[in-house]
């Protein structure tokens, strides 16, 4: 009998340890605040006093391996790399005008142009991919570029006709893993300002601007088996929150997940000084663009300016473990800047 209760007990000690064992492993991991003690940098790209560069966008594998692209007065200033101590121009074999660009490996990386092209780095040198034309349009602006997988990566822009903004349409690109080809979408008259793969579940989300009405100029869409769908419009900013790979549309100083076809709040910062655009490592840590020329830090507990850059404007940025590098304008003079953030 005695025998009999201590396996009994024995039994019921053992599936209580079970019971609270994957009771606690239930729990949702509790996220711990970003910190805030950085280090700030800023490097002017300066292609010397009879020259210009128009940056545009930022990518970079690795805080020493980081690209900005854009046009340029001549070829030799759209491409500039960082090797972790200065920023040097890259010059190619023709003249470019770099606008959408991303990447996945420091030797895997492709560039979309305004003038026509896209082009890949192979961790040697850039080479011209392939020419692209749309329909009877005779330039095609790929704005932005995003993926999640080497094999499915899209383009987002808009096409012209001569110049003439009258004559202008959204266009969408694919690459399958061997060729870039036009989704095809109805033509509109708006530009496709950005564009961003979810790495949770592949979904992917377009920003446009229609700027042909005085109360309706952003809309966000979803691309779902190469067909567009309109999410919601706003003449408030819609941008996106890149936060670990996981993109979260924003709408006047709220920032939503999009789950069962529908947008659902997630951060609510209508009561703080955040203005658009969201980059970062988790939900408790991740930078904003606010106003009045200010970063700010989420940290899970409150946003707050953590430094201010006057007079300048606040693009696009890269996060990394310790460090974020931010792509920036300056007001008075245009120059491009990058800064960067390093954790002390």
């Known amino acids: ?40 940098t800023i490097d002017t790209i300066n292609p010397g006093p009879e020259y210009r560069t128009y940056g545009m ?20 200033h759209p491409i500039w790399h960082y090797d972790g101590k200065e920023w040097s121009n890259v010059i190619l074999d023709e003249f470019i005008s770099g606008a959408g660009i991303c990447g996945f490996a420091s030797n895997d990386i492709w560039m979309g142009t ?28 790929i704005s932005s570029m995003h993926g999640v997988k080497s094999d499915e990566v899209y383009g987002a822009g808009f096409a012209t006709m001569n110049g003439d903004d009258e ?10 893993g061997t ?8 033509e509109y008259k708006e530009y496709f300002e950005r564009i961003r793969v979810n790495k949770v579940n592949n979904d992917v989300f377009i920003i446009s601007n229609r700027r042909n009405s005085p109360d309706d100029y952003y809309h966000l869409y979803k691309v779902e088996n190469d067909t567009l769908n309109e999410i919601t419009s706003s003449d408030k900013f819609i941008t996106f929150g890149d936060i670990d790979g996981e993109i979260f549309p924003i709408v006047d100083k709220i920032i939503y997940q999009y789950k069962n076809d529908k947008l659902v709040p997630m951060i609510d910062l209508q009561a703080t000084n955040f203005k658009n655009r969201a980059w970062g490592r988790s939900k408790t840590d991740f930078f904003t663009v606010n106003y009045d020329s200010e970063l700010g830090h989420y940290n899970g507990a409150d946003l707050i300016n953590i430094q201010n850059f006057p007079n300048i404007n606040l693009n696009t940025a890269m996060v990394f473990e310790k460090d974020i590098f931010i792509h920036g304008k300056e007001y008075n003079n245009l120059m491009d800047i990058v800064i960067h953030g390093k954790l002390k």
Request: glycine share 6%; aromatic share 18%; hydrophobic share 40%.
């Open 114 to 141: 305004s003038n026509n092209s896209m082009w890949h780095y192979d961790g040697i040198s850039w080479s011209k991919f392939c020419e692209i034309k749309y329909k009877n349009y005779d330039r095609v602006f």
């Open 167 to 176: 004559s202008i349409t959204r266009v969408l690109i694919k690459y399958d």
């Open 1 to 40: 009998m005695k025998y009999i209760k201590a396996i009994l007990f024995i039994l019921s000690f053992t599936m209580a340890l079970i019971f609270f064992s994957c009771e606690k492993g239930t729990e949702p991991e509790q996220l711990k605040p970003g910190r805030r003690d950085y280090v700030w």
């Open 57 to 76: 966008n930022l990518w970079g594998a690795a805080p020493n391996d980081i690209w900005m692209i854009g046009g340029a007065d001549t070829k030799r």
């Open 179 to 186: 060729n870039w080809n036009f989704i095809d979408i109805s």
